[in-house]
């Protein structure tokens, strides 16, 4: 169990700190019934998350398979601060009510793939508010300036003249404060946070805790393009709160290649399991496919339900396969006649006129199922099913 255990941990990381750590921890586990903490930190920087965070939740519930309590994090203080990793300019902070209506989101959505009896949620203003000026200069005396600037990005903005505030170099610290106050045992975090997790090691030694908390990264999840990470401003994200038919819809969208980083790195199924599958597909027995629609309707059900995710699969082989028009598709009216690309606009299938007419360039277009290529078109009275691509409709009615 204890090897099984261990496979499964280091099971698509990037780089693991002191690991010797973490298997005496697993050997207590399963020789003693000790428990163990496994810390992750999360700002609530935007109110919903999307597929590439729950890599690290993913992560979080192996631990809590194997005996760790989750000591699920946010940072409801240092996002008033700003995370300046990767950043090339000073952060906007956050109110304090964007902040508190972004965590409610973050523990409605988590629970999903944590265990609840297997986790505390914390939220860091809790010490870090009574620390007050003293402990906060006392914390200061831990680091010095020249080592806070061998950090990448703060090495980068300092040698082009680009702003850095003092607060930004206080993040890390408090970030690392984090782990001196809850003694944390390992902690987890993306390979974009080493500097601050690093933090976090270098701080329970210097404030002598007692222990050294070993540092697990995840690789950053790369979106629907599968080139860059997955982000919602480059629009090639999943998000947790999407509809299961468009969630199941994206998921297939992916290529076969980069399917397997998904099921690596967010499917439940086991590393054995994952790899009959690829042997199947390599054998033939198995279509990429049907091992595909397999990862879409296990993330569909993980954050909606297995009744749900079944609907989503026969929807899109209504509207794909069999090609029908969707069963529940959102309505619009105009009371007069109206160009076609504006009628995209106004019925939220396009961004922008301009967006309309590439699109229908590119025959991406239709209305009732039959391709567009006029960009002139004038809709008049009538009903109409309007289509981009193959994902986006609306019935517009035109009096």
């Known amino acids: 169990m204890l090897q099984e255990a261990l496979r499964e941990i280091k099971r698509g990381t990037a780089e693991i700190i002191d690991n010797e750590r973490i298997e005496k921890l697993l050997k207590a586990y399963f020789e003693e019934g000790k428990t163990y903490t496994v810390k992750a930190g999360f700002d609530p920087t935007a109110p919903d998350l999307h597929l590439g965070h729950t890599v690290l939740l993913q992560k979080l519930a192996i631990f809590q398979k194997y005996g760790a ?21 000073t952060r906007k902070t956050l109110s304090a009510l964007e902040i508190q209506e972004n965590a409610k989101s973050y523990k409605e959505q988590v629970f999903k793939i944590l265990d ?163 042997k199947g597909v390599i054998d033939g027995s198995l279509h990429p496919k049907a091992v595909k629609e397999d990862l879409a309707l296990e993330i569909t059900a993980r954050f909606h339900s297995k009744e749900q995710a079944d609907a989503a699969k026969a929807e ?46 590119q025959g991406a277009v239709k209305i009732d199922q039959e391709k567009v290529n006029d960009e002139q078109l004038q809709l008049s009275k009538g009903e109409y099913i309007l289509q981009v691509g193959k994902r986006k409709f609306a019935k517009l009615k035109v009096n």
């Open 69 to 89: 309590s989750i000591q699920f994090l946010i940072g409801d203080f240092t996002a008033q601060i700003g995370d300046p990793s990767g950043k090339s300019a």
């Open 116 to 278: 609840p009896s297997k986790t505390e949620v914390l939220f860091n203003s809790d010490w870090i508010n009574p620390l007050g000026a003293s402990g906060m200069l006392t914390l200061t005396t831990t680091f010095n300036v020249a080592r806070m600037l061998e950090r990448d990005d703060f090495d980068k903005r300092y040698k082009s003249g680009t702003s850095i505030s003092i607060s930004e170099f206080i993040y890390p610290l408090l970030q690392g404060y984090d782990s001196v106050h809850l003694k944390s045992d390992i902690e987890i975090g993306g390979t974009d946070q080493k500097f601050n997790l690093l933090m976090g090691r270098h701080l329970q030694r210097a404030y002598e805790i007692g222990k050294e908390q070993s540092v697990l990264m995840m690789p950053i999840l790369e979106g629907l393009d599968g080139v860059q990470k997955m982000s919602k401003s480059l629009n090639n994200y999943i998000g947790v709160a999407d509809e299961p038919n468009d969630m199941f819809g994206k998921i297939l969208s992916i290529s076969d290649e980069l399917m397997w980083r998904y099921y690596e790195l967010l499917s439940a199924k086991t590393l054995d399991e994952i790899e009959d599958l690829k």
């Open 316 to 361: 899109f082989e209504k509207v794909h396969a069999n090609n029908q028009i969707p069963t529940e598709i959102d309505e619009y009216s105009s009371d007069e006649a109206i160009w076609i690309a504006k009628a995209l606009v106004d019925c939220n299938l396009v961004p922008s006129t301009s967006q309309a007419r590439r699109d229908i360039k």
